[in-house]
């Protein structure tokens, strides 16, 4: 079955970087791109960016766009997602979700509590 | 404010139905991107509920049912049951922001 495993939470302090895992499984993980979406506290949902896992090309949104970085390592069927210059409005839950603004998310991970506390 | 507009909440007593509206524009539901709807209870993932305006993955009860018409979206649910009540978001394709977008999501209560 498919399955979508996150990294496990984070506590870091302003200004540092996070880098979430997203380990993909019971499918070719080539055949289908990722996104992430976050969520504050108590927020909706805040799509974040896309990476197409067969050649690499990635879309992010503006908001974050210049701080975050997707990539992939197709060896491990994992993609990942490091967002940099950490501010207490980047304290979210990070879901990694498969599929694309077509089709919708059919999967997503379990997601990733970041807190970012001084 | 979110790019789709959604009601904050709506309500309803077990075995009625209610609907949640996704109000967008010329730029995304407006100009033809589909709507994807996804129910979220609380502490969890996101769950897709119906993708490309209409449809149920397999496992998702017929209760549940999406419609697009102009620049907005519904999302019907009939036979309420205690078990719905969660957060409803809807999801499309904004291109001139070039970003997906989501609306701001609609708590489900059932009394």
């Known amino acids: 079955q498919v399955q979508l495993v996150q990294s496990g939470a984070e506590v870091k302090r302003p200004g540092a970087s996070v880098k979430v895992s997203c380990a993909a499984s019971g499918y070719t993980f080539t055949t289908y791109d990722i996104s992430w979406v976050r969520q504050a506290p108590g927020q909706g949902l805040e799509w974040m960016g896309w990476?197409?896992?067969?050649?690499?090309?990635?879309n992010y949104a503006q908001k974050v766009h210049g701080r975050v970085t997707l990539t992939r390592d197709t060896s491990t069927s994992t993609a990942y997602m490091e967002l940099r210059g950490l501010t207490s409005d980047d304290t979210a839950v990070y879901y990694c979700a498969r599929g694309n603004y077509r089709s919708g998310y059919e999967y997503w991970g379990q997601g990733t509590l970041a807190t970012v506390s001084s | 404010q979110s790019v789709l507009t959604q009601p904050p909440s709506v309500s309803g007593a077990p075995g009625q139905r209610v609907t949640i509206s996704c109000t967008g524009s010329s730029s995304n539901i407006g100009a033809d991107y589909d709507v994807h709807w996804y129910q979220q209870l609380p502490g969890t993932a996101p769950k897709l509920l119906i993708y490309v305006n209409s449809n149920r993955p397999s496992g998702v009860p017929d209760r549940f049912s999406g419609s697009k018409s102009g620049t907005s979206a519904s999302l019907a649910i009939t036979g309420l049951q205690v078990e719905d009540e969660a957060d409803y978001y809807c999801q499309s394709y904004d291109s001139s922001l070039r970003v997906v977008v989501f609306g701001g999501g609609t708590k489900l209560t059932v009394l």
């Open positions: 990476i197409s896992t067969n050649n690499g090309n990635t």
